[in-house]
């Protein structure tokens, strides 16, 4: 059983439009979609992992009736919810991807403060989750109200239950991150180009900074640098990594990061060579972005995109 964990989800607003520009009014038309959706980073990759054949778990902190709603469809996609009810409000996160002119914009809410006594409570439930679970995922953001502390807390309650700790979070809490050391990171460098202090943007950058994090992290096995599709790094401590797929064609890059990450899951839980991991990691997120929709529809596809993943070993 995989536990992940969200503390900051969201209801995911997606518009596809044929055409979108600033200070215009926009009806949708025959072509147009909109979709409504639970989101949140850790929820995200719940989803994929559920279509990729895993039995998962989510926890995290909501509020409100969108709350209510987030943990309804997630349990009609046969996902187990365990969250923390709060007061106040679930955020709603909106996104318009543009199809003629193949841009996205997204626009993510803040969300709701979270008090300490929600904090502890939160804390000893998740203590009782890890009795069921094998493998513990926390993916996103942090609310106001809670700081990187909270994750330190939960890598190291996993660890003294010998459960290894994945983590895709925003570079800021990485320097924490390396306090309590995860099996795997994966920073989420979308629209942050700097980490440990120094702006990372390119191969080489995220070679030595992949080899820096191992140095500077015990127990972490994988740094993993996903958002340049075209050309992942990925670090581990046996060999470097750069892997590429042939013929891209994106449609649709909303989602991808999370479809990666679940397919590095689902993939390590196979006990599958390194260089297969990776593949398969890469199908996944490859099988998104040819896709419209945020979360992995067709499994099949991957089996067919696996042979558009090349792996090169590298320093």
């Known amino acids: 059983m995989i536990l992940t964990v969200t503390l900051n989800p969201a209801i995911d607003k997606i518009l596809y439009l ?7 009014l926009h009806r949708l038309e025959d072509g147009d979609m909109s979709l409504i959706s639970p989101g949140g980073k850790g929820v995200n990759i719940a989803l994929n992992l559920k279509r990729l054949g895993n039995e998962v778990i989510t926890s995290g902190f909501v509020s409100g009736n969108a709350g209510h709603m987030l ?5 009609q996609e ?31 809410d803040f969300g709701e403060h979270i008090g300490q006594d929600d904090i ?11 009795n069921r679970i094998d493998l513990l995922i926390f993916a996103g953001s942090l609310p106001f109200g809670v700081n990187e502390e909270i994750l330190k ?7 003294t239950k010998s459960i290894k700790t994945m983590v895709h979070a925003l570079p800021k809490y990485t320097q924490s991150l390396l306090e309590a050391s995860p099996f795997l990171i994966v920073p989420d460098m979308r629209s942050h180009y700097k980490l440990l202090g120094n702006p990372v943007d390119g191969i080489d950058q995220y070679l030595e900074t992949g080899k820096k994090i191992l140095e500077q992290s015990p127990f972490t096995e994988w740094a993993i640098f996903i958002n340049r599709i075209e050309n992942v ?10 892997i590429r797929p042939k013929n891209l064609k994106i449609v649709n890059m909303l989602g991808y990061g999370d479809a990666y990450f679940a397919g590095f899951v689902h993939a390590y839980l196979q006990n599958w060579p390194e260089i297969t991991i ?19 529809r067709d499994a099949q596809a991957i089996e067919n995109n696996l042979y558009r993943i090349e792996v090169e070993e590298v320093g």
């Open 18 to 24: 044929k055409d979108f520009h600033l200070h215009k």
């Open 71 to 75: 943990c309804d469809a997630l349990q």
């Open 78 to 108: 046969g996902i187990t919810t365990s969250f923390i009810f709060t007061p106040g409000f679930t955020r709603t996160n909106l996104a318009i991807l543009d199809r003629n002119n193949e841009t996205l914009t997204e626009i993510n």
């Open 120 to 130: 502890d409570f939160f804390l000893e439930h998740f203590e009782t989750l890890l």
């Open 153 to 159: 807390a939960m890598v190291e309650m996993a660890r």
């Open 233 to 242: 790094v990925a670090v581990s401590r046996h060999q470097s990594y750069v």
């Open 278 to 296: 990776l593949q398969y990691a890469s199908a996944c997120g490859l099988t998104n972005v040819e896709d419209l929709y945020k979360e992995i």
